[in-house]
């Protein structure tokens, strides 16, 4: 089979074996795969990211130094089935957990395992337990939004919300995009979304943000002052209760990179709860006094369940056409290397679909 082959940067298509289906294991054809903003930084220098998920206890996750296979995001079609694995017949469409439990008892992240590949191949293992089926109303490119649709579903979730919160969203890339989509069908707002980008923040505003900015827009402030949480200590110890309409604010750092994290503070009601998405791969600094007298609280999640991964598909299936703007284009296994440099420069993309068969 071709597959896309990651080895010391570079991308090179390579003519590996095929796969051959363990009890449990379905053999699938990947029909797409979304590029995740994780690709790009293991594109970019996975011993820095690989040593943190070795640090954290993720046995299973690649070691850079050998090859690797990408690709999490996937939709795909059942080729054939292994040992007690009926669930599926041959040719049906499905979405899974990027999660697979190999013979040996070890849990391997599949798209960062050296032992099997990713979905940017023109076939793939996945486990019959982690998989869902897609309803004949999701079309490929949309199915292939699940994965990291469930990150944000697990995000939101994470905020512990509810009708009293007002929500900020800073970084309208593919994961804010998902996380305003996302508390926009929970019938949850008001959202302001803070993007440097004229094109994300007209997405951001088609997906149901209530207000969208550029950062250091003094009206940012007004902003949250108008939901009665003011950003400064004084100003909050003044409002008078009865005229404050949110108790709580929430703001998503869907970006993360150095000093994000002690701008959003400067920049957060106090007593606001910061949710950190975006992965910062360098070392930063926060000033813990400063969080402490506004009374932040910091939370940092990774990942999803099993039943957040699938109210992720339901939430898609419920409105088809709603994320239909995310998909900027497919690709096909020979383009990546050139399709990962325009990603890491910026620019129109939002998400890029990769297709083993183009």
């Known amino acids: 089979m071709r597959a896309a082959l990651f080895h010391e940067g570079r991308f090179s298509i390579q003519r590996l074996a095929e796969p051959s289906p363990g009890a449990g294991h379905l053999l699938v054809r990947p029909i797409a795969c979304g590029i995740c903003g994780s690709d790009l930084s293991i594109r970019k220098d996975a011993p820095h990211l690989c040593d943190v998920l070795h640090r954290a206890g993720f046995r299973g996750f690649m070691d850079p130094a050998q090859p690797v296979v990408m690709g999490h995001e996937f939709v795909c079609e059942v080729l054939d089935r292994g ?8 040719g049906q469409r499905l979405v899974a957990l ?90 949850l707002g008001p959202v302001i979304a803070i993007e440097p980008d004229p094109a994300r923040r007209a997405l951001a505003e088609q997906l149901g943000a209530d207000v969208v900015t550029a950062p250091d827009d003094p009206g940012n402030d007004r902003w ?30 869907c970006v993360g990179k150095p000093g994000l994290l002690m701008g959003i503070a400067r ?14 791969k360098d070392d930063d600094r926060i000033e813990p006094a400063f969080l402490l007298q506004k009374g932040l609280c910091l939370h940092f999640v990774f990942a999803y369940s099993p039943a957040e991964f699938g109210e992720a598909l339901a939430m898609i299936a419920r409105a088809p056409g709603h994320l239909a703007a995310m998909v900027s284009r497919q690709v096909g296994l020979g383009d990546l290397d050139a399709t990962f440099d325009a990603l890491a420069r ?11 068969d183009l």
């Open 346 to 356: 910026g620019g129109g993309d939002v998400k890029v679909l990769v297709r083993p």
């Open 224 to 253: 949250w002052a108008g939901q009665g949480l003011p950003v400064g200590l004084s100003d909050a110890m003044a409002v008078d209760p009865v005229t404050r309409r949110r108790s709580r604010a929430v703001i998503f750092d």
């Open 267 to 280: 920049g957060a009601p106090v007593g606001a709860t910061i949710i950190g998405i975006g992965t910062c």
């Open 83 to 90: 040992k007690d694995a009926r669930k599926f017949a041959k």
């Open 98 to 187: 990027p999660f697979l439990q190999d013979a040996r008892g070890g849990l391997q992240l599949l798209g960062y395992s050296n032992a099997y590949n990713g979905a940017f191949a023109e076939m793939m293992l996945i486990d019959e337990a982690s998989a869902l089926p897609v309803p004949d109303v999701v079309d490929d490119d949309l199915a292939a939004l699940t994965e990291p649709l469930a990150v944000a579903v697990h995000a939101v979730a994470a905020a512990r919300p509810d009708k009293d919160c007002a929500f900020g969203v800073v970084g309208c890339g593919p994961v804010g995009l998902f996380v305003i989509a996302r508390l926009k069908a929970l019938g």
